[in-house]
């Protein structure tokens, strides 16, 4: 039997598919790699978080997209594997677009069974057009991303914005978000970790400013140099669990960038802004002094889970009202 004929009908007449799991198809330009992709990191936790929850969720992306193809050019493929390792659970495909109406009749093939295709910023164009072009009764069209102008995605049954985009007044706020890692209070934590990732100026200056607190320093990101060791991002939890105060430096403006400095707050580590440790380092120096230093909590509205459940709840809306 179809999965979708189990649902109860509400008193509307509608599907209420409320207890339901559901499926979902992301695209986007990368989950394996998160080089000039901030997004990568909310994507990797939120899909964790919606398999955890029972749902299904499968993330495609197009072979030798530019994201990956610049990571193993600059680093090899040392955080490739990192990321198999880190996210073995993670479902995800490579493809290669087709074009004309072999792609038409691929990208049916990818969303037939699913009740949701989420298409991000860095989707290949071919794959919003089709996903403007199908019109499913059962599927649900979501559109994620930093963009502010609606005529971006007319198509768009649901818009997800993440939190402090400038988005349309019909977007549903999701994202930045990170896991939650457990916290052990009794961890021994030490020293200043310092996290570059772009923007060379402004992480050397932080790193000159730290100078005197002897941070341990390295890159998930561009920046390079025999003073930046390279560390990939799905690698850094164990030193920001290990790390008495974070500094994240050069993450981005992108709305999605914010996980970034979310990642040592979700492992229970303090984080400083680049700016904040130029301009008082001090501080970072007072906070290093201070015993003991508690743990820090993640606020809920960047925790995964949350995220995720905001999508689900989203989409359950938006296909109650196609079924209505």
């Not at 799991?21 to 080089?35: A, H, N, Y």
């Not at 659970?89 to 990818?110: K, M, N």
């Not at 030490?190 to 100078?211: F, H, I, M």
Request: aromatic share 6%; net charge negative; hydrophobic share 45%.
């Amino acid at each position: 039997m179809d999965r979708h004929s189990t649902a109860k009908i509400n008193t509307n007449g509608a599907a209420d598919d409320s207890g339901s799991p559901l499926r979902f198809v992301f695209f986007g330009e990368s989950i394996v790699s998160d080089w000039g992709n901030p997004a990568a990191t909310t994507v990797r936790a939120v899909m964790r978080a919606l398999t955890a929850a029972g749902h299904e969720a499968l993330f495609l992306e197009e072979r030798r997209n530019r994201a990956t193809v610049e990571l193993l050019r600059a680093r090899e493929s040392s955080a490739v594997r990192a990321f198999a390792e880190r996210y073995a659970d993670l479902h995800y495909r490579t493809y290669d677009l087709p074009s004309g109406l072999e792609r038409t009749v691929w990208f049916v093939r990818q969303v037939a069974t699913v009740d949701a295709v989420v298409v991000m910023d860095g989707a290949p164009e071919g794959v919003t057009e089709e996903a403007a072009r199908l019109d499913a009764r059962h599927l649900t069209r979501v559109y994620w991303s930093a963009r502010s102008d609606p005529a971006a995605a007319p198509w768009a049954e649901l818009w997800l914005s993440p939190e402090g985009a400038r988005a349309p007044s019909r977007a549903v706020v999701c994202g930045p978000a990170v896991e939650r890692q457990p916290v052990q209070p009794d961890l021994p934590r030490s020293g200043v970790l310092l996290v570059a990732y772009d923007d060379r100026e402004t992480v050397e200056a932080a790193r000159r400013a730290l100078a005197g607190l002897d941070p341990e320093c390295v890159s998930a990101g561009t920046v390079a140099g025999d003073e930046w060791p390279f560390v990939p991002e799905v690698a850094l939890n164990e030193r920001y669990r290990r790390a008495r105060v974070a500094v994240v430096a050069g993450a981005g403006d992108d709305p999605f960038a914010a996980a970034r400095e979310l990642l040592p707050v979700a492992a229970g580590c303090p984080v400083v802004a680049a700016k904040d440790a130029v301009d008082r380092p001090g501080w970072v120096a007072d906070m290093l002094a201070r015993a003991p230093l508690e743990p820090v909590e993640l606020p809920a509205r960047y925790d995964a889970a949350v995220a995720a459940e905001r999508l689900v709840e989203a989409v359950r809306q938006a296909r109650l009202v196609r079924l209505s």
